[in-house]
């Protein structure tokens, strides 16, 4: 058995041709949707990027109990799980958060990883001198002007290195059995720097000021006139990762891997490009459709089933279906599904989810309406760990003067954990403080938030239920106003 996981980051569907896109060339996508299941109702759980990877490891939702940080010491690892039970794990990946502190346990838990540097500021290249960083809109740091300069053509690019590294590893491996391969690449993840080759694919003539890397906020006056570029240099990026999806498609048929081969595409979130006013992710808007809706598609080699699935999926289901694919059990602690009936004939998986950030919002889907409940940020948050990191830096000395030790979890193997009082974003005023009710098959925008009693009720009842079958501390309980459901 094999397989291969091809990760983006900050991949919005609707720029997807399988999706409904008609104007960014994804013709490799388009090519891979023909031939396995195309999932329409999948969204994130945990957000942004490394509580995502940590439900992609672990099967189950971060933001109840944590932020951003590592892996904790009592997590069960999918990639780990796969190493002890005789499968390969083998990871490649320019997503620079693995080798920062609050990214540094996830990498290591495969059988073997190479990183590619370069990514986002990603302090690679040493230049001591003068850097003349350009006029622009929105963000362009010292170190990104430095680490694009050594990147002259496209195989410099960090995305180049990472497939690169993939396809070495099928040349090296297609006959080999047991392994599973994880190709994962920070695009099109902000900025959005590509060739020329692919920038004017959707633009010839632009003489605005420099501009491709928003920042985590509305979208300014003087940014309005210039929202139109930026998607086209966010398109031209995607065009990109297309391109480089298309050479794994192009391995898997030299090599036939198709007749015993899992692979599954698939991203952490997606980004905001205007809509809703609001640039880029994590901000407090941040459950709308352009974030938490994601694509999802997945080729199985037992059922080679292709077609639309309108089974409602999530982030957390992907380790348990790898498992449950080599046939290494599930542990207990993984409350994610396995996928396999819902690929072959659409088997439905979950009536509702809920998904969000730490400290924000919690949203529920059926799939058919939203809810989003925002907190009671009167109420204290904490950060439970082992692992006291955030994303650059380790907690401070300061932060950890009132830490407590909380009871074990049911999930933690009987660890007690730091409990950590938190202050994170999303205590501050947020644009949305009222409670928003979508109908997303009659208003797939979101732009008419509606109010309806009974449903509402029925959306925190199942809020309720989650977050105890998530076994949410009782302060989240508090947060959500949900404490008189349990």
């Not at 994130?44 to 990877?53: E, H, I, L, T, Y």
């Not at 999802?296 to 699935?309: E, F, T």
């Not at 999530?314 to 207990?332: K, N, S």
Request: proline content about 8%; glycine content about 6%; hydrophobic content about 35%.
């Amino acid at each position: 058995m094999k397989a291969i996981m091809v990760t983006y980051d900050s991949l919005n569907r609707r720029f997807l041709s399988p999706y409904g896109c008609d104007w960014v060339q994804t013709p490799n996508f388009e090519r891979l949707a023909e031939k396995c299941a195309v999932f329409d109702t999948c969204y994130v759980g945990s957000m942004p990027c490394m509580p995502a990877r940590r439900e992609l490891h672990t099967g189950r939702y971060n933001f109840l109990h944590r932020s951003w940080g590592p892996m904790e010491p009592y997590d069960d690892s999918m990639p780990q799980l796969l190493k002890e039970n005789g499968i390969h794990s083998h990871l490649t990946s320019d997503h620079g958060h693995y080798w920062e502190d609050g990214g540094c346990t996830y990498h290591t838990r495969y059988s073997t990883w190479e990183c590619h540097r370069g990514q986002e500021g990603d302090p690679w290249k040493p230049v001591a001198g003068e850097v003349e960083v350009p006029e622009h809109l929105g963000q362009l740091w010292r170190q990104d002007v430095v680490n694009r300069s050594y990147m002259k053509t496209e195989a410099d690019q960090p995305q180049s290195k990472t497939f690169g590294a993939g396809l070495e590893f099928l040349d090296v491996n297609h006959d080999a059995d047991n392994w599973f391969l994880h190709v994962e690449t920070f695009d099109p993840h902000e900025p959005f720097f590509s060739m020329p080759e692919y920038r004017e694919l959707y633009e010839q003539d632009y003489d605005g000021p420099f501009f491709d890397w928003p920042g985590y906020h509305p979208v300014k006056e003087e940014e309005k006139p210039y929202v139109e570029h930026v998607r086209n240099m966010y398109a031209a990026l995607v065009t990109m990762c297309d391109r480089n999806l298309g050479k794994i498609l192009d391995k898997m048929d030299e090599y036939g891997l198709w007749e015993d081969t899992l692979l599954i595409v698939n991203t952490d979130h997606g980004f905001f490009l205007g809509e809703h006013g609001w640039w880029a992710k994590s901000n407090p808007m941040n459950l709308y459709e352009e974030v938490a809706h994601t694509p999802l598609l997945i080729y199985d080699p037992r059922s080679k089933a292709a077609g639309r699935r309108s089974a409602l999926v999530q982030t957390i289901d992907l380790a348990p279906t790898v498992l449950e694919y080599f046939g290494v059990p599930v542990p207990e602690s993984m409350l994610g599904k396995v996928l396999k009936d819902a690929v072959a004939f659409d088997a439905p998986v979950r009536e509702t989810c809920i998904y969000g950030v730490h400290g924000g919002p919690v949203a529920c889907t059926d799939g058919t309406y939203t809810y989003i409940l925002p907190p009671d940020k009167r109420e204290q948050l904490y950060e439970y760990t082992l692992m006291p990191t955030h994303m650059r830096a380790m907690f401070s000395p300061e932060e950890l003067r009132d830490m407590s030790l909380s009871q074990p979890f049911p999930f933690t193997k009987g660890c007690p954990l730091m409990k950590i009082p938190a202050d994170p974003f999303y205590n501050r005023p947020a644009l949305e403080e009222q409670t928003l009710l979508f109908d997303l098959k009659q208003d797939p925008w979101q732009e008419r938030p509606f109010r309806e009693e009974k449903l509402e009720a029925r959306f925190r009842r199942e809020i309720a239920r989650h977050l105890q079958e998530n076994d949410a501390p009782e302060e989240q309980l508090v947060r959500m106003g949900l404490k008189d459901l349990c």
